[in-house]
């Protein structure tokens, strides 16, 4: 039994021998505590007569295996152990995939070498084919012009102006026609649409139908200023124009001052 220690421990001293800088000292070391007080098995007691035997028989096999259960086998040393070699220093996943093919198989009996031991692949974004790769859709110059309008269109409005409050005034039922109370829905001829053109007392038609659209200025997303181009005129097309989706029958119902008809000079 003591035999075989001893053949552990000169492998281990050839360890150091051998030592490479980036080796992992063994472990338990060599003169640890744990290899001091491992348990005794019944084979050492029989030690010297175990030294004697030259053929190997039931009781030293049973006390290697006692053995090597309560200690690992010494490392090999790290010049044994086939190291991988990257091309150029770094991998991609092709090349890891060739090269973990390329590994030599292990002979029956040699230690693999440890995960520890072997060199960490980097990997190379390079390699990775074009279209798998994740990219923003490029931008054009048609797109970017777009969004700089359509920043540029965006309104802040002040506060009590949103969607909300507009809907919350006109949901309260007050008419907002600027029509002398219960007067019927008007007819409305262009000459007289022109004459109301500015911001206190601003007309449109969308339609064929007219609205007052002065209580709307602050609350229109798109700002006074656009809004105030139909103002005086038939605003249809340039309603259409921005947006066609909007319901602007629902949106000014409280606006409605009545219907454009033939006359005047167009
Ligand atoms: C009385 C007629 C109009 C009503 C009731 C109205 C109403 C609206 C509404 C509800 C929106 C929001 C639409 C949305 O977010 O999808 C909007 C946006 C807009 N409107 Fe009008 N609009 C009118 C006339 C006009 C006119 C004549 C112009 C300009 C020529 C105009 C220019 C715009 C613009 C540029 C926006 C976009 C604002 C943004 O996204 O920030 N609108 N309008």
Redesign the pocket.
Known sequence: MSFLLRKILSLNSAVEVDHDEDAAPAFPALDSAQRANRPQTESDENDEEHNERSTVDESLVTATADLSRVYMPPPPPPSSVPRRQSAGGSMGPASIVASARAQPTLQSGTTPPSVLERPLPKFNFSDIAEPTRLAAPPKTAQTTAAQAR?RR???ALEPGFS?LDWATLKNSGKDLSGRAQGLQPMQITLEELRMHSTKEDAW?T?GGKV?N?SP?LRY????VK??M??AGRD?TR??N???M??N?ER??SNCFVGYLVPGGSS
């Open positions: 359509r269109e965006k309104v969607q449109t969308l609205y659209i709307y229109h997303p798109g700002g656009e809004l181009r139909c605003g340039l309603f124009l921005t947006h989706w909007v602007y949106l000014l």
